[in-house]
């Protein structure tokens, strides 16, 4: 083995330290920023009925596989879908799904009283599926999408 050669690499590593600083580079850089969300549509006005339903019981919705997970999922083409690390729902949307339609129907007043996931029974039971859950980002020229689509 050559006694020079551990040499040499101190050297390399030397100079391409002393070249980033002189450069101004930074080896390290600040973590990116994760947003998180929650669904919360605007409540519903209460509704004038004759009779009131029985109690309800809203279970968890139960969200397909593809779109369960936190990350925000994005449709970038027909068959085609990305997730984004950076932004996530602050808890699971089926359980987001579920609270905010139990306090929507609450908020309406059809029911005598509207029991939310997790909790007591009621006489009827709302069971919920959604199937789709995605930000539809194949029209770059969306208003709502459009800061996406330098990212995907």
């Known amino acids: 083995m050559n006694l020079t050669f551990p040499r040499r690499c101190a050297r390399f590593v030397a100079l391409a330290a002393l070249a980033l600083a002189a450069a101004g580079c930074s080896l390290s850089r600040p973590d990116p920023v994760k947003a998180t969300f929650l669904l919360e549509p605007a409540m519903p006005a209460p509704v004038a009925v004759a009779a009131r339903a029985p109690s309800l019981k809203v279970n968890i919705v139960t969200v397909a596989a593809p779109f369960r997970d936190r990350a925000f999922v994005y449709r970038v083409g027909e068959l085609r879908y990305e997730t984004d690390y950076y932004h996530t729902f602050f808890a699971a949307p089926g359980v987001n799904i579920a609270e905010t339609t139990a306090r929507a129907l ?47």
């Open 106 to 152: 609450a908020a309406a007043g059809v029911f005598e009283r509207v029991q939310p996931p997790g909790s007591g029974a009621g006489e009827l039971v709302l069971d919920g599926f959604v199937s789709a859950l995605y930000v539809d980002a194949r029209d770059p020229t969306d208003h709502l999408v459009a800061g996406y689509a330098g990212r995907l």
